[in-house]
């Protein structure tokens, strides 16, 4: 076996550990985490401050602990090909309105805006609304965590060309104004467990996972994820084909 072939090989085994791995740790953290709230919700009677303040700490770091779990699933159902989207006729910009209403960019103090262009109407995509949700939720946490006072998402249609594929669609822009990110390491920061450090940022360890998936999502559209760099802040960019009713009748549209 070649070097390559076997450097794949293990690469496969380790995706299929940490797929069964990660599956086989919910239902125990499940319980883990329903025992945490019953403590804090004083079911199993009122707690002493010094208890409450444990319960509060247990509770953060929990949620983190499904939140990696989550996300190792994600990119394993995506990476296998189990999760191959169902694809929809889809109001992206309702869709980023509603995604950037439910963000948490109050509890950081951090403002989000929506800009939609005006030069042409947003056309309806095909998309699986639930993952692409997902990709703005990933995209929109990553800014809020380094935006120094707003976050943007800006949606607009686009005809022609977009990283050499020709489409017409809608072209999503999320952007910050937080620390950019160096030129050198645009490369890694769509690689799995790769945490790529913004200068002057919080310092946030995350499971390296969320752009990975981002990534996953739009190949599975027959799309890409791309960085620009604006003078200021990160700028993360991609495009989501035009439903067009001849091409995505009914039946043919959905796929898995």
């Known amino acids: 076996m070649s070097m ?13 550990f940490i797929g069964t791995v990660s599956h086989e740790l919910r239902t125990p ?3 883990v985490m329903t025992g945490i709230d019953s403590l804090r919700k004083g079911l199993a009677g009122e707690l002493s401050p010094k208890q409450s303040e444990i319960a509060e700490m247990c509770h953060r770091n929990v949620l983190r602990l499904n939140k990696m779990i989550n996300s190792l699933l994600d990119i394993s159902r995506l990476e296998s090909g189990a999760a191959r989207g169902r694809m929809e006729r889809v109001d992206v910009g309702a869709l980023a309105a509603e995604m950037t209403s439910r963000s948490r960019a109050s509890e ?3 403002a989000v805006k929506t800009r939609i262009g005006v030069s ?3 056309p309806d995509v095909r998309a699986d609304p639930e993952l692409i949700a997902q990709a703005f939720d990933i995209l929109l946490d990553n800014a809020q965590r380094f935006a120094a006072s707003s976050v943007c998402v800006s949606l607009r249609a686009a005809r022609g060309a977009f990283e050499g594929r020709e489409a017409d669609g809608v072209r999503v822009q999320v952007s910050d104004d937080g620390p950019g990110i160096p030129r050198d390491r645009v490369a890694r920061l769509f690689s799995k467990f790769t945490q790529v450090a913004r200068s002057a940022g919080p310092g946030y360890k995350g499971t390296g996972l969320g752009l990975a998936i981002c990534k996953e999502i739009l190949t599975l559209h027959g799309s890409t994820i791309v960085v620009a760099r604006p003078r200021r802040g990160a700028c993360f960019q991609f495009f989501l084909p035009e439903w067009k009713e001849h091409a995505f009748r009914k039946g043919a549209s959905r796929h898995g």
């Open 4 to 16: 390559a072939s076997e450097r794949g090989r293990l690469a496969e085994l380790q995706d299929e």
């Open 29 to 31: 953290l499940a319980i």
């Open 108 to 110: 950081r103090g951090r």
């Open 120 to 122: 042409l109407p947003l």
